[in-house]
Nanobody, 117 residues
C-alpha cells in the first residue's frame, strides 16, 4: 500500500522559512510526478506547485519563494518555503500522480503551517 506522510510544519514568523518533507512508502519515488497543495481555513484547496520529472511548476502566489525538490534515495519530496507571509498559513498536503495520468490520486494527511504577523 502506497502512503504519503508529510512533516515539517509549524509556527514561524513573517519572513521566516520552513521545509516540509513528504516521504512516500510502498513504491519507489523515482521520477513520479509529485505535487504540493494547501488549504487555508474556510478556503478551497489550492495548488502550490508540482515536480514533473526534472521540471517544476509553481502557483504565482509562491513563485520565487517556494522550491520543490526530491531525494530519490530517501524516497522524499521537499517543499522549501522562504519569505513566508501570513497568507501562506494553511494545511499543506503532498500528492502523487501514481498512474502518471495527469491527476493526483494519492494524498498525505497534511501538515499545518502557521505564519504569524
Amino acid at each position: 500500500q502506497v502512503q504519503l506522510v508529510e512533516s515539517g510544519g509549524g509556527l514561524v514568523q513573517t519572513g521566516g522559512s520552513l521545509r516540509l518533507s513528504c516521504v512516500i512508502s510502498g513504491r519507489p519515488l523515482n521520477m513520479l510526478p509529485m505535487g504540493w497543495f494547501r488549504r487555508a481555513p474556510g478556503k478551497e484547496r489550492e495548488f502550490v506547485g508540482k515536480l514533473q520529472g526534472a521540471v517544476s511548476y509553481y502557483a504565482n502566489s509562491v513563485k520565487g519563494r517556494f522550491t520543490i525538490s526530491r531525494d530519490n534515495a530517501k524516497n522524499t519530496v521537499y517543499l522549501q518555503m522562504n519569505s513566508l507571509k501570513p497568507e501562506d498559513t494553511a494545511a499543506y498536503y503532498c500528492a502523487a500522480d501514481s498512474r502518471v495520468s495527469g491527476a493526483f490520486d494519492l494524498w498525505g494527511q497534511g501538515t499545518q503551517v502557521t505564519v504569524s504577523s
